[in-house]
């Protein structure tokens, strides 16, 4: 079925640096848009960023462009986020999501990973 | 911007009963929203894409209505594992609305 696993997570001080994996299974990963949703605790979802099925177009929240990279590789089958200059604000859990239609990337997402944690503390 | 406002924060009902929660967009948004269950410590879990089509294995209690700027989702009876958060999202913008709970009274 279709699964989707994320790892990375942790705690990192202010200012530094993390990267996110999200390991794929279950479905054809290289033809469906992938995106990064936080939640940060107690708090509702927030989008962060999306990227197309061949990687050609990214997006992101305003708040973490600059800082943030989107990508995949098809042939791992895993998605990746790159989080630099991480703020407190950053904290949050970080669940990868995949889009409901094919070479598309405008939503709603119809799997979820479980989630990582990711806490921007000193 | 598009914002997304869920209406009530909070909705406190018994098992049985019928839950209504709306969903309204600052402009129109045609029929590009999508509704999410949350229960505590999980994963979000899709229910309903634009506007009304219900996500595989959903169960037909759930339903959702509205085109425009108001959307409704509703569950007709509520069962215990019905009892979560529950959040609107626009299509293409990704941006989601601030959640409704639906609480055991």
């Known amino acids: 079925q279709v699964q989707l696993v994320e790892s990375g997570g942790g705690v990192v001080q202010p200012g530094r640096s993390l990267r996110l994996s999200c390991a794929a299974s279950g479905f054809s990963f290289r033809t469906y848009g992938m995106h990064w949703v936080r939640q940060a605790p107690g708090k509702g979802l927030e989008w962060v960023a999306v990227i197309s099925y061949d990687a050609s177009r990214k997006y992101y929240r305003d708040s973490v462009k600059g800082r943030f990279t989107i990508s995949r590789d098809s042939s791992k089958n895993t998605l990746y986020l790159q989080m630099n200059s991480l703020r407190a604000e950053d904290t949050a859990v970080y669940y990868c999501?995949?889009?409901?239609?094919?070479?598309?990337?405008?939503?709603?997402?119809?799997?979820w990973g479980q989630g990582t944690l990711v806490t921007v503390s000193s | 911007e598009i914002v997304l406002t869920q209406s009530p924060a909070t909705l406190s009902l018994s098992p049985g009963e019928r839950a209504t929660l709306s969903c309204r967009a600052s402009?129109?948004?045609?029929?590009?929203l999508a509704w999410y269950q949350q229960k505590p410590g999980q994963s979000p879990r899709l229910l309903i894409s634009d506007a009304s089509n219900r996500a595989t294995g959903i169960p037909a209690r759930f339903s959702g209505s509205g085109s425009g700027t108001d959307f409704t989702l509703t569950i007709s009876s509520l069962e215990p594992e019905d009892f979560a958060v529950y959040y609107c999202?626009?299509?293409?913008?990704?941006?989601f609305g601030g959640g409704t709970k639906v609480e055991v009274k």
């Open positions: 402009q129109s948004i045609s029929s590009y």
């Open positions: 999202q626009r299509r293409d913008y990704w941006l």
């Open positions: 999501a995949k889009d409901l239609s094919l070479y598309d990337t405008g939503g709603p997402f119809d799997c």
